[in-house]
Structures are given as structure tokens and as C-alpha cells.
């Protein structure tokens, strides 16, 4: 995983953005995940965010591309947040 992944199930246009946490020990990384829906014109809807071992985020990348969930490109300004 890079420093800040997006994925978004196509059907619904439901969206996560997986970026690092800047702040946890080398030795012990997370990640934040967010979750939102972008809207065209419009702000998007930011709904939750949850903060991850770096391993759990990535299984859940690993969940949700298995399920049909596509890589793309950013939905909405990384300053925006949950």
C-alpha cells in the first residue's frame, strides 16, 4: 500500500481513502480509512473513518477488491474530513 490508496465499489460509488497515519511509530503503522460518497458538483458525503493496524488495512483492501471494489482515482481534496 502506498502512502494514500482509493477504492470504490462501482455499483454504489461508495468510496474509502486509505492514507497513513503520519503520526504512529515506524514500528507499529496505521492507517486511516475513510469512507464517503462523492457527488458531481457537490461536496461529497463523508460518512466514517476508522483508524487501522497497517496489516488490517490492507486485508480489508485485499475484502474489498475480491468483492468488486475498484482501484480510482482521488473522490474528493485530501483537506476534507471526517
Known amino acids: 500500500m502506498r502512502r494514500l490508496d482509493w477504492i470504490q465499489d462501482p455499483a454504489t460509488a461508495h468510496t474509502k481513502r486509505f492514507h497513513i497515519d503520519e503520526k504512529s511509530p515506524p514500528e507499529d503503522p496505521h492507517v486511516f480509512v475513510d469512507s464517503g460518497r462523492p457527488f458531481p458538483g457537490r461536496p461529497p458525503l463523508l460518512k466514517n473513518r476508522v483508524h487501522?493496524?497497517?496489516?488490517?488495512a490492507e486485508e480489508l483492501w485485499q475484502v474489498l477488491l475480491h468483492v468488486g471494489w475498484r482501484p480510482c482515482s482521488p473522490q474528493w481534496a485530501s483537506e476534507l474530513e471526517v
Open 52 to 56: 487501522l493496524r497497517r496489516a488490517a
